[in-house]
């Protein structure tokens, strides 16, 4: 029998989000509010003076979003509904199924992304290359992200632990570090400790894009490389360490 | 549970049914079968494909419904099947088409669109048996897929086992000891990770001493006893496990006295007993409250 691969990636789609979409919609409505309540907050309290990044820190925050909800989602089917365990018995294939599944979490936050890219074309109005850089950065978030969700779903074991860790990278990566406002801000002892955190250079690569930060050509290159070779090791880590099964 | 000394073979057809107390090893041995585990050593062929070295192909030809495995909450047992088949790569229309034809000869037609979270225990789980009827697996393992059903669901369940092993083997663990019974054509006895029996119900039966098996309220006056054993339980009923001869003597003699008894052949309760020893028996009583198989006199 000849097996489709994208069979396997539209299965996990619909498990993941298509269906949990349209049987559970009060989770869209959750992952819609998220972003979108900061955004509304930020530009209340600066008057609109910072909307854009307000709107980039959306976008950053609905990508990261998206990499943790992996994490909590592939602990749920592994763990509460041995969902992995009849896969695994199967000709399914595991690069498959980790592909499907982070598909899955970005066309679950589809809604969001989608109000925040117009917001976006209507605040910041990129031209077409600055809208390639911008969208690079997200890519870039979202695979770090991505694999940072799944190493933490192949070591829980509890999805109540799962979801905790979920909000808790997500509170400390996208609302204390500095996503929706500059880090210019953080008095600068302070400052070091945000570069502890992946998405505080996605948030100056893309401020900088946007032109709402004035950084140095070499701090933007140096923020591109970091950002962009952590993605790199980060998926060498998942992929030779994930476990699909035991052994 | 590690397992030790576990060897036997089976024929590729029909129900064969893994019993064993809880920790024997049975659902060890089946996610190793089902390639979910590997084994530190040892070899095991299904359907001349090597477990561990021929992984891959043999999970073109197997599905499992773990021991906890559950239907996803929101989902229908229709999208769950459909899914499922995707998963293994059928394309979207005739996974479909399978997934309506599974559901239906399990009669699950009705419950189709209905959120698994609303249905009962029951129908959640036909409706994961649907899922790898559903299959084109020749080889599926069910690990106890009857635990915590009510008797009529658990009988209701049943058909349903016997409908897929029509035409595919199932390789079934359980705790229910009359459900094996009911439905193996080959049974497999594990105790503390070892294989204690395999064969089919009769010749297992054939390999205990004792074939009959008298049992007696308890505080009743025990007859003399030339050939059998005869145990109390905790609630003080006694069992005389004997041979037919002696079985007769025993009723004749009770019979006389006015006293109350059972008597019949030894149950498969009573053989496992025999087989894997009395804490054992303890546990399945437990289990099966009232469960005893013998006819009244």
Known sequence: ??????????????????????????????????????????????RGALIGQAIEGGLIMSMFQSGMSLQGDISHLKNDFKLQDMLVSSPASPAVYVIGMAASEIIYNLPALAILVVLGGVYIHPGAVQAL???AALVLMFLTSITIGFMFATLSSDIVQSFAWSRLL??????????????????????YLAYLSPTTYVAEIMQSVAGSLKLSEGVVITDWAIIGGLAAVLLIVVSRNARWKES | ????????????????????????????????????????????????????KEDRRLRERIAIVP?????????????SALTYLMWRGFEYSEAKKRAEESLARLKLDKFADTLNRKLSGGTKRKALAAMVLASEADVIFLDEPTTGLDPISRRDFWEILRELAKDRFIFLTTHYLEEAEQLADTLAVLGGGRLVAVGTVPSIRGRI????????????????????EVTTGKNGEVQILTNEDEAFAISKKLSVAGSRFSIGPVSLDDIFFQLVGESTLAEQEAATPGADGGWSA
């Open chain 1, 133 to 135: 850089e911008l969208t």
């Open chain 1, 1 to 46: 029998m000849r097996r489709s691969y994208s069979s396997q990636l539209v299965a996990a789609i619909l498990v993941n989000s298509v269906y949990e979409m349209k049987n559970y919609p009060i989770n869209l409505v959750n992952t819609v509010l998220s972003p979108l309540s900061f955004l509304v907050v930020i530009d209340f309290v600066s």
């Open chain 2, 209 to 228: 001493r004792y074939q009959y098996s008298v049992k007696l309220p308890a505080n009743s006056p025990v007859p003399a006893v030339v050939q059998g």
């Open chain 1, 170 to 191: 997500t509170t400390i990566f996208t609302a204390i570090t500095p996503v929706y406002y500059p880090i210019t801000y953080i008095p600068f002892p302070f400052r």
């Open chain 2, 67 to 79: 021991q906890e495995a559950r239907t996803i909450s929101w989902m229908t047992p229709k999208q």
């Open chain 2, 1 to 52: 549970m590690a397992l030790q000394d576990v060897s036997f073979s089976a024929p590729s057809s029909g129900i064969f049914a893994l019993i064993g107390r809880n920790g024997a090893g049975k659902t060890t041995l089946v996610r190793i079968l089902a390639t979910e585990l590997a084994p530190t050593s040892g070899s095991a062929w299904i359907n001349g494909i090597d477990v561990v």
